[in-house]
């Protein structure tokens, strides 16, 4: 059974032409309480408070933050709101993935609000949260529904925050909350969100800076307060920035491979006519921290008659030899209009067999949420990239070169 459901009006609207604080680092925090004219001597300690408010207790509402005084409270709340995005829709899968559309608040250049989509996929010990760092995706990688999708643009720092936010409070995981009134197959962990990939819609090293600020607000260990080993950032293969992120992030790493030969994964992965596999690999083996208790996942999703066979499977553990591992094995999830199969059952568990005869952990990747499009590789929205025509004049103070660049 799919629950669906569908949320707007006209009240929320006009209280999203308020700036959000929701999601924003230290740094812009301080930024908005200068602008809301708290002195600068008070700055640090006023950033605190909200930081706690925001990032531990998940409050959505200035009047809940009581150690901050009647009057500051009052002066934020007339220029600034603690929006999540807005939810378009809300899918639960029969086996308890929820997916969430959202629309994010327009930023100055754009005439239309841009829709993203991410997932959270419970299980019994842990519950991990799909984000997606870009609306669309450049990759047009043939297999992935994202990839059919245009760019539009990177998104902000803030709006990758406020996926996790809003999955917070959909799923009652601040402290105090209750569950939500659907709450099949919720872990039973104290936490539901212990787990934070960047596997959504867009390539997040082609919004390194952004993904960066937002991971740092993740794991700080005063707010929201995620390990590092608990955040993988997966990416197509921007081999420039492999290294970059590897020194600057301290996160786990995922490599969407899917191919052992180049004449293969420049069909698949478009990107690896650029980056081809033997840089790739390189990268992965001169990635700082990496060692088997660090090991980078290499995700391999599973065709039908294309890179399925034990030729590929041999090719795959020797292409990967010496790198500290684990492969994941993605049965293909359908969408619509693409060409591919998934691979056989038996075909899978002979592969697998193969890669784990090599020493390698290579577990099967479970399809969750194919009934509701929210499965690896499904994900899409209906926004779409702005004419220069159509676009309206800056000004929002939401607006970043890193975005505009990302849309000329």
């Known amino acids: 059974m799919t629950l669906a459901l569908e949320q707007t009006s006209a009240a929320t609207a006009a209280a999203r032409e308020k700036i959000s604080l929701a999601g924003l680092d230290r740094a812009r925090l301080g930024e908005a309480l200068i602008a809301a004219g708290v002195p600068a001597k008070q700055v640090r300690m006023r950033v605190a408070q909200l930081w706690s408010w925001l990032y531990v207790r998940g ?146 090293l082609y919004n390194v800076e952004n993904v960066k600020t937002a991971m740092d607000v993740l794991s700080d260990g005063e707010g929201l307060s995620l390990s590092k080993r608990r955040i993988t950032l997966s990416t197509s293969g921007i081999v420039p920035e492999i290294g970059r992120w590897g020194e600057q992030s301290g996160t786990m790493l995922a490599i969407s491979l899917h191919a052992t030969h180049d004449k293969l994964r420049d069909e698949l992965v478009p990107i690896n006519k650029k980056y081809p596999i033997k840089e790739l690999i390189e990268a992965c083996r001169n990635y700082p921290g990496v060692s088997n208790a660090r090991r980078i996942t290499f995700e391999y999703v599973m065709l039908k008659g294309v890179n399925d066979s034990l030729a590929d499977a041999r090719a795959l553990v020797k292409l990967l030899a010496g790198i500290p591992a684990k492969i994941n094995l993605i049965p293909f999830n359908p969408w619509p209009g693409s060409k591919y199969e998934c691979s056989e059952w038996e075909t899978i568990e002979r592969f697998a067999e193969v890669v784990n005869k090599a020493g390698y952990a290579s577990p099967v990747r479970t399809p969750r949420g194919r009934d509701i499009l929210a499965a690896c590789g499904q994900l899409r929205s209906e926004s779409q990239r702005l004419r220069a025509s159509e676009r309206v004049a800056p000004g929002s103070e939401l607006s970043s070169p890193a975005t505009n660049a990302a849309i000329d």
């Open 59 to 204: 409050v959505t509402s200035f009047d809940a933050m009581t150690d901050v005084s009647k009057e500051l409270r009052t002066r934020l709340a007339e220029r600034y709101s603690l929006d999540r995005p807005e939810i378009v829709s809300e899918q639960i899968s029969i086996d308890g993935t929820r997916k969430w559309l959202m629309r994010l608040p327009k930023l100055g250049h754009e005439a239309r609000a841009p829709e993203i989509e991410t997932v959270y996929i419970p299980e019994a010990e842990r519950g991990t949260l799909c984000i997606s760092s870009q609306v669309g995706c450049t990759l047009t990688c043939s297999f992935c529904h994202t990839g059919t999708q245009r760019l539009v643009r990177n998104l902000e720092a803030q709006e990758i925050v406020a996926q996790i936010l809003l999955a917070r409070d959909r799923i009652g995981d601040w402290p105090g909350a209750s569950p939500p009134g659907d709450d099949r197959l919720l872990p039973v962990t104290e936490r539901k969100i212990t787990n934070v990939v960047l596997m959504g819609m867009g390539e997040p």
